[in-house]
Structure formats: structure tokens, C-alpha cells
């Protein structure tokens, strides 16, 4: 129809209707395109407002237990340098009980997942692009690179380890409690040590200094770099959906 009205608007010589023609035909044209535009960037924002939240939900699901491991390790680590100053230092008292249990605990290097599972779904679908704000970007990989040194850590402070209680017997005895029914040896406070004994025991020195070293990589690489990004991206995403959580 529009071709056959320029036709005759050529054939009449009517310049300014053939002109006229012309401009609706690329303004319905332009508008087009800026509607199809239009909708794919709302669906666009559409599906990053959804995985948003659902990175927040996976933020807000990450269990208590790494916090209380995280802290727990912290004290272990504490109470293995007062350990030190007996074992290695000048200081000829005897082991804590709870010196003697982080002694008996310091080659456990373990930890409670971070993982997110929706920025391992959309690294796998390639869809990471779908976050455009450049706050959560960066924090997602910020996230990324702690939590691969993190596993790199990890298994090199797991490659070899040094139970001491079971390598070196005679230096530990694991107190049966009153009520045994959940009893955790090497965890719930059980271990008694022969500190002189151990303080002449080269090898065992030598293997709790070891302990001891991996203990320090452990809380830095394995638990603070990836809790610490965590929290960053809690909070870029927090940002981003406009949420502010009450603190206890
Ligand atoms: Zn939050």
C-alpha cells in the first residue's frame, strides 16, 4: 500500500508526499527496532533482579558452622602459640587442658563450604554476564580468586599430616568423660599431655612446628581471604537490593 502511494506520488511528481512517504516508512522502522531494544533490555534486568536474589538467598543460607568454626579455629591457633612458649620456650610449666586439645587437634585443616550455588550455575552456563552492576562483579570475582587460593591452600596444608596423638602415644591420654554417650576425643576436651615428654622429643617438635606453620596459612588463605570476600559480596549485594539487615 505504501508502495503503491509513492508510485503515484513519483508519477504525480509530488516531491514533498514522496519525502513524507519516505520518513513514516523509516520512522516505523526505527521505532521498531527501539521497542525490540527496549524489551530485551527489561528482560535483561528482569532476569538479574532474580538472580540477585537468589544470590542473596544463597548468601543468607551458608550455615552458622563456618562462622563457629572459623572462630573456634582462631582459638586453637591462639592456644597452640601459648602451647609454644612451654614446648619450645623457656617456660617450664605444664600444658593447659586446652592447650594440650589444640595440640592434640593441630593437624585437623577442614572447613565448612562457602560455596554459592547460583555463581556455580552461572559459571557453568556462561551467564555470569547477566550481573551488571560493577559493585557485584567485582565482588563475585574477588570471591572466585580467595576461594581458589583457598583450595590450593588447602591441599597443600593436607598433602602430608602429622596426628600427633596418634604418631607420638605416649605423650597423650584421651580421659573417658562421665557421660561417653557423644564422646569426641580430639575434640571435646578429652586429651591429657605428658609435657615433659614431649618438650625432649625432637621429632614431635619438630611435627607440631609443622602444625603449627600450616595452622598460620590455614586461618589467613583457607578461612579469612574467602570469609572476608564473603562478606564483601553480602554486602554489594545488599546494596544493590536495597537491604540493610539488623545487627544483634
Ligand atoms: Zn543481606
Redesign the pocket.
Known sequence: MILARITRAIREQNWFAVALEFIIVIAGVVIGFQVTAWNAERAEMAAETVIIERL?AD??NVGDERWDWSADRASTRGLLLSASAKLFGDDLSNLTAGECNAVSQSHVFNSPSLALPILTELESTGDLDLIRSEQIRTAVTANFLANRWAQEIDVAINHEIFNLSARHPDYFRFALPDNPENWNPIFDGSARCDTGGMRNDRRFLNELADNISKSGYFMVAVLQGPNESFASL??A??AE?E???ETE
Open positions: 542473596h548468601i543468607l553480602h554486602e549485594v545488599d537490593l537491604l540493610i539487615h
